[in-house]
């Protein structure tokens, strides 16, 4: 049982440059959340998924778009990557938003826009 | 909206010694939920201890406990007997009721306290 994984570890990309990040959970969880965390500071919400084929906006969403083809899959594509984008991304899955369900984290991407 | 507070950037303990880790948060709702995440150098993010804002008793997990003054809103982390394998960073973090006001479950974090444990 893997649980939460995530595609690539690590990534440096030059200003411009477009990337997808992958999130993949084999615990048939109905919603996914990605993060992301920059130093100094907590983990901060940038979209999330409450079921295929749907995604919404977190607290910090400019400049990313998501998509949930697949229940399992969540992906996080950056189109025009910016050194403000430089971060550690996590992604998180639970089995519904409500409140007794535990979030499962991925071990995190760290991203380099240079 | 609601935020979450650490005030302690850095803490540090003497191995099997005991320890207190400070988290207040500010919200005007009355049901919610309080967590504790470790996360240690190889950044993967672990849930350590979770508490029901309705629950009037403190939640224990092991030589892990807190102590939640809901009037105060402040949920503090006591590690006891401490070892080394607990030197991380640790996360309070918020989450609104499901539902609650358009809210989907996502976690409100501090920007955390980074945990020294002394041999």
């Known amino acids: 049982n893997a649980g939460v994984t995530q595609t690539p570890k690590f990534r440096v990309l030059k200003t411009g440059q477009s990337m997808t990040l992958l999130c993949a959970q084999d615990?048939?969880?109905?919603?996914m959340y990605w993060y992301r965390q920059d130093p100094g500071m907590g983990l901060r919400l940038i979209h999330y998924?409450?079921?295929?084929?749907?995604?919404a906006k977190g607290e910090v969403p400019d400049g990313y778009n998501v998509s949930r083809l697949k229940k399992q899959n969540f992906l996080l594509g950056l189109e025009s990557a910016a050194p403000s984008q430089t971060s550690v991304y996590f992604c998180?899955?639970?089995?519904?938003?409500?409140?007794?369900?535990?979030?499962?984290f991925g071990p995190g991407t760290r991203l380099t826009v240079l | 909206a609601q935020t979450v507070t650490q005030s302690q950037p850095e803490m540090s303990v003497q191995e099997a010694e005991t320890v207190t880790l400070s988290c207040t948060y500010d919200?005007?709702?009355?049901?919610?939920?309080l967590f504790w995440y470790k996360q240690p150098p190889s950044r993967q993010m672990i849930l350590v201890i979770r508490?029901?804002?309705?629950?009037?008793q403190n939640a224990t997990e092991n030589r892990f406990s807190v102590n939640f003054q809901k009037a105060a809103k402040s949920f503090s982390l006591k590690i006891s007997d401490s070892q080394l394998g607990d030197a991380a960073m640790y996360f309070c973090?918020?989450?609104?009721?499901?539902?609650?006001?358009?809210?989907?479950?996502?976690?409100?974090f501090g920007k955390g306290t980074k945990l020294s444990v002394k041999p």
């Open positions: 998180a899955s639970s089995w519904t938003g409500r409140d007794t369900d535990t979030q499962y």
């Open positions: 615990m048939n969880h109905e919603y």
């Open positions: 998924s409450v079921g295929e084929g749907t995604t």
């Open positions: 919200t005007s709702e009355s049901d919610y939920y």
């Open positions: 508490q029901e804002a309705y629950k009037q």
């Open positions: 973090a918020y989450r609104r009721p499901f539902n609650y006001g358009g809210s989907q479950g996502n976690l409100i």
